[in-house]
């Protein structure tokens, strides 16, 4: 599969009309890591890729690679092969909350 994450974060922001500063207002992320994403960066943590998703009410695998999952109640849950493909590519980035 190929990684259409700058593709398919460009037609879901206009699709649902929000901006690259409201997405990242959203996330709690700075917008120009988003500006970044729109424009062929990838995320260097999963949980970047993960709240993205959530806030466009997207699975990872519409967001990722632009298609979507066989099934729409896998909505935003990792597929063990979505989850085994991106950690090839990205590193995990996993904190304890306190």
Known sequence: MKIQLEQSLKKHLEQNAITQNQLATNIGIRPSSVHA???GAIPRGLESIIKI???LNLSLDELVFNQRPASRSQNIALSENVLLGLLGKYELVI???E
């Open 95 to 97: 904190s304890k909350k």
């Open 53 to 55: 998703a959530a806030e």
């Open 37 to 39: 994403y729109v424009n």
